[in-house]
């Protein structure tokens, strides 16, 4: 099993998403694909902006906790919206 599947496993909606450095990131909205779609959503001109952070980014999950492998500050730079 690799590491992004073994992780995604136990992932579940709602849980705290957290930077290396503890900070808050958000929330987990559900998993979309390879991809954690945050429950923080900004409305727009467009419609709703959804906020996803790869898998590929994730260290670990500790409790209720998925800890990201960048600081916050450097991991939302790296989201993806939809």
Known sequence: M?????IKDRIKDHMEVIGADGVHV?????????RIQRATTHSGPHGDHHHFISLGMVADVEG???RLSANADVAVTFEEEK
């Open 64 to 66: 209720d906790k998925v």
């Open 2 to 6: 690799s590491h992004d599947h073994a």
């Open 26 to 34: 958000g929330s987990v909205d559900h998993i979309k694909g390879e």
